[in-house]
């Protein structure tokens, strides 16, 4: 019977992470391409600030707060706040 390790449920759980993320960014970047946005970035938090209109990178906002500015709230976590967004 093969048990799984510590070392490879640790690695399952990178992995698995890793393809959260990417799918995140992808989406990120298909919903500034249905805005007409164009970017260079790729990661998350950079696509979404550049939806929000955000081109210096030293004042970008983190991923809770950019989801909060996108949906016009306050405090959210940042699921909450991307649910609150309608289009």
């Not at 993320?21 to 970035?41: D, F, H, K, P, Y």
């Not at 938090?45 to 550049?50: D, E, F, P, R």
């Amino acid at each position: 019977m093969w048990r799984r390790t510590r070392s490879s449920a640790n690695a399952v759980a990178i992995a698995l992470a890793t393809s959260e993320m990417v799918g995140e960014a992808l989406a990120a970047r298909q919903w500034a391409v249905q805005r007409s946005i164009t970017t260079n970035l790729t990661d998350t938090v950079g696509v979404l600030n550049a939806i929000d209109s955000r081109t210096d990178s030293n004042k970008f906002l983190d991923y809770s707060g950019i989801c909060n500015a996108l949906a016009s709230t306050t405090g959210l976590p940042a699921a909450q706040a991307l649910r609150a967004i309608s289009s």
